[in-house]
């Protein structure tokens, strides 16, 4: 059961993520303003499923890296952490400062580097997050049943 509620959690965060991405990019190139503080609100509610996915895929893989000191398993710690720090950061104050301009409709400089930053801070978690499934995939096979 802990693993595939590593899997189950893991997974969820990497699609929000992708999902926050995409939307991001998509409302940016074919969006009206309010379509892009909609996606920007939406954005900052979605923490509600990311925060809590992100959190139990880290504890419920901590738990399950107990007593093997495997290299993936150590190269999935640690991108964990980076993943962490990123959004804790990064991406949240991002997503908290963009959506409070994109609701005041206030597309400057400053709104367009920041986002920026976030879709740059937003891409670099999605590929830790996509090494973490393909290691975890690996050492699923590995793990006795």
Known sequence: MPAKLHAAAGTLA??????????????????????????????????????PSLAIAGASGAALARGWRVGQVIAKARRMKMIAANGLLILLPSAIFLAIRANAGTFDDVFFAVQALELLAGAINITLLALNLRDGLALSRRRPA
């Open 14 to 51: 990497l699609l929000t993520i992708c999902t926050f991405w995409l939307s991001t990019i998509l409302s940016e190139l074919f969006g009206t303003a309010a379509t892009i503080a909609m996606v920007k609100t939406a954005i900052l509610y979605g923490m509600i499923i990311l925060i």
